[in-house]
């Protein structure tokens, strides 16, 4: 199934990027090569005529009639050409905006103008942009694969640090028999929900914290505590590599979400300025409390199935 | 009321891991045992589980990632949308309910976007608040927690957690629409 969701969102998201691309060029979306004429005025009275090398700032009147005008600067190259900074503020056309994230410079949109006639602070100017092709693919390798790549590493090496002070005050709960207590006195639950786990189990006393954890929404003990919990129930795995029933109940139960207050949808509700900022508790135990029940219930009814049943078989 | 109900929100966040250390080092200083050394034996595991896990996060987080980046959410959204209105769910909300199973971080930023757009005690701004607080960044905690135990064949657990994910989204729709619609 994972094998299915993986390739699915790999080729998906590749398609789409290429079909996105290749309408971009087939409809020259960024203008790429065209000319557009426009008009400079220069700042600050500049001696005439302009020299080469020389920055002038200026303002781009681009269209006088939409109000479009921006703040910029020109330099002056050789042959009557140049280069043109525009700076971006709320009035730039949206497509100028999308070419200024495209070519990544800092501070301004970079364009070529070849210089015509002068009016006496006025230039004359066509402008061309640098021509923007596979914005989407670019994105896909930059922004898609380069960038969670890492982010990938940096979560995992980020959670070394918390799983280890969980996994050494799990051990000491373990070794003073706490887990066994707490496993116990929530035996009725737990052997009906994990039947195939023995009710003293290390994993029981580790599910619970785990789960316990959740809802109180302690994210960063949680997930030590559930990857201790996977750990233990490993030990009672027949065939590695493959999930056991209780590992697959279990996963559901952190996947649907058990935590009873949302603390930062409350902080972020607060600090948007909302009339009750709690008043989406209740939506959020009810909408919670009825998929995790769901996620268990369908869980066991699918774990009933042949295909999956067959794949805890030890002989295949 | 709501400044009560904060108010121990935020006293048992802040409390609460502190507490619980205390409590467990405490008991098994009463119990005799060597808490020390317990602590540093369980600790060493850390570093192994967090490797572990690498390669299965770098799989779900890049294909996750192509995903988001080649704009197939927004075709995914357009795709669905007529099926949104069947169950009267605004078309806002409809980027949260496909962002929160397969990105935390990338949720939290639609639901404060659509926050900020339709304002917090908009009909909208409560249903993304409710998917956010009811739903789980699944395909994260499947890749983590079947990748710490180098498990690849998942069985039950993803299509059960994929139904569990539609059937919160369709709960947040509907309990929205029916308190504050």
Known sequence: MLNYIWLGLIVIGIAVAVRSDWRDISTNKYHNGEEIETLIQLSNNPTLPLTSSQTYPCTLIYSEALG????????????????????????????????????????????????????????????????????????????????????????????????????????????????????????????????????????????????????????????????????????????????????????????????????????????????????????????????????????????????????????? | MSDIIINIVSTISVVAIPGLILFIVVYGVIKKVKIYEAFVEGAKEGFNVGVRIIPYLVAMLVAIGIFRAGGAMELLAKLISPLTNFINMPAEALPMAIMRPLSGSGALGVMAETIKANGPDSLIGRMVAVMMGSGETTFYVLAVYFGSVSITKTRQAVPAGIIADIVGILMSVWIVNLIFG
Not at chain 1, 87 to 93: E, Q, S
Not at chain 1, 104 to 130: P, R, S, W
Not at chain 1, 177 to 194: E, N, Y
């Open chain 1, 68 to 316: 479009i005008t921006q703040q910029a600067e020109l330099i002056v190259g050789s042959n009557n050409s140049g280069v043109l900074h525009i700076f971006m503020d709320d009035n730039t056309p949206p497509l100028w905006r999308e070419v200024y994230k495209i070519q990544k410079n800092e501070k301004y949109l970079l364009a070529h103008v070849t210089l015509g006639g002068i009016e006496g602070q006025t230039v004359h100017c066509k402008m061309v942009f640098d021509p923007v092709k596979f914005v989407k693919l670019n994105a896909v390798t930059n922004d898609g694969i380069i960038k969670y790549a890492k982010i990938a590493v940096e979560l995992a090496l980020g959670l070394i640090g918390i799983m280890a002070l969980w996994l050494g005050i799990m051990k000491i709960a373990e070794q003073s028999g706490l887990i066994a207590k707490l496993a116990s006195a929530l035996k009725p639950v737990t052997t009906r929900l994990f039947p195939d786990v023995p009710a003293d189990h290390p994993a029981m006393g580790a599910m619970i914290m785990n789960i316990s954890a959740n809802m109180l929404g302690l994210a960063n003990a949680a997930t030590p505590l559930g990857l201790k919990a996977m750990e233990e129930l490993n030990k009672l795995n027949k065939k590695l590599g493959t999930a056991t029933d209780a590992m697959c109940t279990f996963l559901v139960i952190n996947t649907s979400n058990v935590q009873l207050i949302p603390a930062t949808v409350i902080a972020i509700r607060a600090s948007a300025g909302a009339s009750n900022p709690t008043d989406i508790i209740g939506p959020v135990i009810v909408a919670t409390t009825v998929n995790t029940i769901v996620g268990v219930v369908t869980v066991k009814l699918l774990s009933r199935l042949k295909v999956f049943k067959k794949q805890i078989q030890p002989n295949v």
